[in-house]
């Protein structure tokens, strides 16, 4: 029953299940797929075009990574975990995780090459969109009145621990999921719990802890393919592959992250939107400074118009990715990923290539690296977030 006629919050439609199938009507078109093979779906990602290219053989030998495989081979660990809606804690301004989790940075890219889903505390409203109004403390937040939503037990929704020990008005951000570190064992346990209680997704950076086994179906990836393509599409370095383990239903909210994505899907089935970087003024993402930097300040199931006038606008793309297929996820590019069934994928995400000569009319994905640039230059040199904001209507409202 999500996102019904009269745009209702994302309600579960049984205990602890969320409806994937959800109806958008911002989807203009699915991704095409081509065959590995096929030089048209290879151009379109030289181009930064989104694409599923089918038989590959890039990841095979991941293909057999089932649960039972994983908790034989994959090692001690420990492995990163997210969790949502562990603790009953509801304190907006807090930064400080449950004393029973540990935290550390995360090195997957969604912000940037820096840490970012770091320290996560949780809040335990459980299901649906509650809202809370969040005026702030009266003393600190007098001209301020902030609207805080916190997301669903479903919705994973990820923040830059370092970004927020700088923010200096805390009362803009809802810390919703912790950041664990924990046994696979631990992990499959909370993954076959209650899900209605809480939710569980895995995103560890395979390393060189994993068991022999593994780390053998790892070095048997197709790399010659991987390092011929890099040089082909002109991307920098590998950074990092990120083995994701997700329930159904789970959500990794609306963002882009500033790395080129093979995402290779091994079990389950996957539902992305992708919306190409032009919709930047339709997505509203926070400012760079803020901890959400990067995601879109819209809940795709319950716009808020009146805040989100030009999301009427928006226009996205879909991909259902079924085991075997790789998706390409052009930097820069949105996406919105919905678990439609438990799932288990690894991805590859490589830095940007060096600059190739620029050309004119800029491309958007080009406008969105110059005003994440102009918007950090600016903070620099004001060294306050407050005065960012009024330089920058300053110098556009009634001019331009
Ligand atoms: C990514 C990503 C989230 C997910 O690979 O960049 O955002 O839930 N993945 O798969
Ligand atoms: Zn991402």
């Known amino acids: 029953m999500n996102n019904d006629e009269d745009g209702g919050p994302r309600q579960p439609i049984h205990d602890g299940e969320f409806d994937v199938w959800t109806k958008y009507s911002f989807i203009k078109g699915q991704v095409p797929k081509f065959h590995c093979n096929d030089p048209v779906g290879l151009r379109l990602i030289e181009e930064q075009n989104p694409v599923i290219l089918t038989g590959s053989d890039l990841v095979a030998t991941a293909f057999k990574w089932d649960l039972s495989y994983l908790t034989e081979h994959i090692g001690q660990g420990p492995f990163a975990v997210f969790c949502h809606g562990v603790s009953t804690s509801n304190d907006a301004l807090s930064a400080s995780p449950s004393a029973s989790t540990t935290v550390q940075s995360c090195s997957c890219p969604q912000n940037n090459r820096n840490n970012h889903k770091d320290n996560h505390n949780h809040n335990g409203n459980g299901q649906g969109s509650s809202k809370i109004k969040c005026e702030g403390d009266d003393s600190l937040n007098k001209k301020k009145k902030v609207k805080m939503e916190s997301t669903s037990i479903n919705i994973f929704k990820y923040f830059d621990d370092k970004k927020l020990q700088a923010l200096q008005d805390k009362s803009t951000f809802q810390q919703d999921i912790v950041r664990t570190e924990m046994s696979f064992e631990d992990f499959l346990n909370k993954f076959k719990g209650d899900r209605s209680k809480e939710r569980v997704y895995l995103q560890q950076p395979l390393n060189n802890t994993v068991g022999r086994q593994i780390a053998a179906d790892f070095v048997g990836f197709n790399w010659p393919w991987a390092m011929e393509k890099q040089k082909e599409w002109g991307w920098g370095p590998l950074t990092s592959n990120l083995l994701l383990i997700g329930q159904k239903g789970n959500i990794t909210p609306c963002h882009y992250d500033e790395q080129q994505n093979l995402f290779c899907q091994l079990q389950g089935s996957k539902r992305f939107l992708l919306f190409s970087p032009a919709n930047f003024r339709c997505l509203y993402p926070y ?34 990715v079924n085991p075997g297929d790789i998706l390409y996820i052009p930097m820069y590019w949105w996406h919105h990923v919905i678990n439609s069934e438990d799932t288990i994928a690894i991805n590859f995400w490589h830095k940007a290539g060096p600059n190739t000569q620029i050309e004119y009319p800029l491309k958007s994905r080009q406008k969105v690296a110059m005003i994440r640039n102009v918007e950090k230059m600016l903070l620099e040199a004001l060294q306050d977030q407050d005065e960012l904001a009024n330089v920058l209507h300053c110098m556009v409202d009634g001019r331009f």
């Open 287 to 320: 400012p760079v400074h803020h901890p959400h930097d990067r995601q879109s300040q819209v809940d795709l199931d319950n716009p808020d118009f009146d805040r989100f006038p030009n999301f009427r606008q928006v226009e996205s793309l879909e991909a259902i």
